[in-house]
């Protein structure tokens, strides 16, 4: 058995989850920590026996096989950048970046360097996600509403757009990501946001957006995000097909069709470990079955960077089709007109 060596930049509570659960396989050696907050990266390496380093550069020398990147929205890049560099496997937590320039940047630099990579969204690894794609096999969609329903997290970070990226980018896009697997790629999104931010001090997010979705293969859709209440209300989508009625949230999927309800229950912490199994398996060659490399990611990060847009900016946007959504942008993107027009076309669509 191989044991791959891996280095953790970050030490939140995302970086801890994944310690734990790297932590757990017998293949995996966690070798160290790195975190702009010393303490805290301390407390994590001490509680993994793993060591501290300084910076990513430091990190990177120690010779890690895989590298982990669980940094806030706004921190993304940089590190990134290194770690690609060194020609060093990377998973990178969601949203991968805070805009949308950066996610480009980055993508770029990962095709030009063939690199292997994979990205938390981990739903995609729930079995009732691959259930409900079987279910739909032979029936197309005709329509999806996804929301995600929620409260301000406890990160001062989290209520400034220009940290988080907002709801709908920091929250929402596991959503977005499963309605893309399961529904098809969105070719335009019209967004409202209520010009309000949410009771938290500092806060200049919009507290609550709805967004409509038009899709490449025809059927129409709905997101609502919200973050004005005091617990996680819901979070899930909901998909209508003929004859069938999905619905599918992280903890099960409710089947409506002619032979009446069933509901299937999932196992939301498994999906948290088979992300990270699957990742640690194609670095060592154990296996083959990373679901969201960076380039998967960057189009649900495109999809989720429009919606805010349009919501800032009241006007539609057009998102990239064809090749064009098939890798990272080359062009630059244009303004449109006034509200019903696209307001952010890939030159090269």
């Known amino acids: 058995m191989r044991t791959c060596r891996v280095g953790l930049v970050g030490a939140g509570g995302v970086a801890q ?24 990266a301390t407390a994590l390496a001490d509680a993994h026996s793993a060591r501290v380093y300084a910076d990513i550069d430091e990190l990177l020398a120690a010779g890690p096989d895989a590298v982990y990147v669980c940094v806030p929205p706004f921190a993304h890049g940089p590190v990134e950048e290194a770690v690609i560099a060194a020609g060093v496997p990377m998973f990178v937590e969601k949203p991968v970046a805070v805009d949308l320039d950066t996610a480009e940047r980055v993508a770029a630099l990962v095709e030009q360097k063939g690199l292997r990579t994979a990205v938390g969204h981990h739903w995609r690894y729930l079995h009732v996600v691959e259930q409900a794609r079987e279910l739909l096999a032979d029936r197309p969609v005709r329509m999806v509403n996804g929301a995600w329903l929620d409260k301000v997290p406890p990160v001062a970070w989290w209520a400034v757009r220009d940290r988080s990226g907002g709801p709908v980018v920091e929250q929402a896009a596991h959503v977005l990501d499963l309605i893309r697997a399961l529904v098809g790629e969105v070719v335009e999104v019209t967004a409202y946001g209520d010009g309000s931010p949410p009771p938290v001090d500092g806060a200049d997010i919009d507290s609550v957006t709805a967004a409509t979705l038009r899709f490449a293969n025809g059927a129409v859709g709905t997101l609502a995000a919200a973050c004005v209440l005091g617990w996680k209300h819901r979070a899930g989508l909901e998909i209508l097909a003929d004859g069938l009625a999905l619905s599918l949230a992280e903890d099960g999927l409710t089947v409506r069709d002619a032979d009446g309800e069933r509901h299937l229950p999932a196992d939301p912490d498994g999906a948290r470990v088979a992300v990270d199994r699957a990742f640690v398996d194609a670095v060592t060659g154990a296996g083959d079955d990373i679901r969201v490399p960076y380039a998967e990611a960057l189009r649900t990060q495109r999809l989720a960077v429009a919606v805010a847009q349009s919501a800032r900016t009241g006007r539609s946007v057009t998102l990239p089709t064809g090749p064009a959504a098939l890798a990272p942008a080359t062009a630059d993107f244009q303004a449109g007109g006034g509200h019903g027009a696209p307001a952010w076309v890939a030159l090269d669509a």
């Open 17 to 40: 989850r994944h310690a734990r659960v790297l932590g757990s396989f017998p293949d995996v050696d966690l070798i160290g920590v790195t975190d702009v907050a010393r303490e805290a």
